[in-house]
């Protein structure tokens, strides 16, 4: 299917497959055979995928490295009627991943984005983790800065909902143990890892259990890690230091004890159930 546009062409953000070449649908192919040119995260692999469905087209790189450039000249294509699709290593662009700027740079310039849906690493990680389901929150890559990890563990340690990493191998045991730090060791987890191929993994457990099995076996590709979000009675117990004090008060109480401003606004924010940008608003008043 092709939407309508004015002269301007459309970006389409293709997910394609995690693991299985199978689970690609028959609408991102045709958007793949039909576009001027696919802008993909590693060009290597999606020719990959383009091999094997005999699909022969023009490829760009647009990676973390490149995207302000390529950006804009993905918009000048854009601007002169091309169709372009975007593509990320696996799954759906945009989701940890430089998509985001490329839609945001779209969307600034009056160009159409759609999305072609398909895979998600995180989501399918989720649903096959046993955890509650309801009510989640994803929180892609944690920073390789010391500081800005334990920011940001800290901020959300509190937080009833379940939660979605993604994590490298060669960082796996380190995330595991500032996770234990943070959340205790108490709390369950499930590491999943060869999402959809044929030595699929889900190991459920917990923080305890998780670190003490990777000490003896070393981790092997990408990961999700999906945890189990806060007790209520352990999230009510940390609402009684800051039920009577101003938002003000509450961002600077985190601030004090090591945070930004930037992890403080967002811990304050998953404390109080609000988004972030009404802390933003009401703290920076009081600037």
């Not at 020719?47 to 005999?54: E, I, R, V």
């Not at 590709?221 to 938002?247: H, Q, R």
Request: charged residues 30%; contains cysteine; negative net charge.
């Amino acid at each position: 299917m092709r939407y309508m546009a004015d002269e301007n062409g459309i970006l389409y953000l293709c997910a394609t497959p995690i693991g299985n070449l199978g689970d690609v649908s028959e609408r991102c192919l045709e958007i793949l055979k039909s576009v001027d040119l696919i802008a993909a995260e590693d060009t290597r692999r999606t020719l990959q995928l383009l091999n094997h469905f005999g699909i022969t087209k023009a490829l760009t790189s647009y990676h973390e490295h490149n995207k302000k450039a390529k950006g804009e000249y993905i918009v000048k294509l854009l601007k002169e009627g091309k169709n372009v699709a975007q593509v990320s290593d696996a799954g759906t662009p945009a989701i940890s991943d430089p998509g985001e700027d490329l839609v945001r740079l779209c969307i600034e310039n009056g160009i159409t984005v759609t999305s072609v849906p398909g895979p998600v690493a995180g989501i399918t990680a989720l649903i096959l983790s046993g955890l509650p389901t309801g009510r989640y929150a994803f929180e892609g890559f944690l920073s390789v800065n010391k500081r800005h990890r334990h920011e940001h563990l800290n901020a959300v340690k509190n937080d009833p909902r379940t939660l979605i990493f993604y994590e490298a191998p060669h960082k796996l045991k380190t995330t595991l143990s500032d996770m234990r730090s943070a959340f205790g060791g108490e709390r369950r987890i499930a590491l999943a890892r060869e999402l959809t191929k044929v030595h699929e993994e889900i190991i459920r457990t917990t923080l305890d259990g998780a670190v003490e099995y990777y000490e003896e076996k070393p981790p092997r590709g990408e990961y999700v890690l999906v945890i189990e979000g806060a007790k209520p009675e352990t999230a009510g117990d940390e609402e009684c230091f800051w039920s009577n004090m101003t938002v003000a008060e509450h961002v600077e109480r985190y601030i004090s004890e090591g945070m930004d401003s930037k992890a403080a606004i967002k811990a304050a924010a998953v404390d109080r159930n609000v988004p972030k940008r009404e802390i933003y608003s009401e703290y920076h008043k009081t600037k």
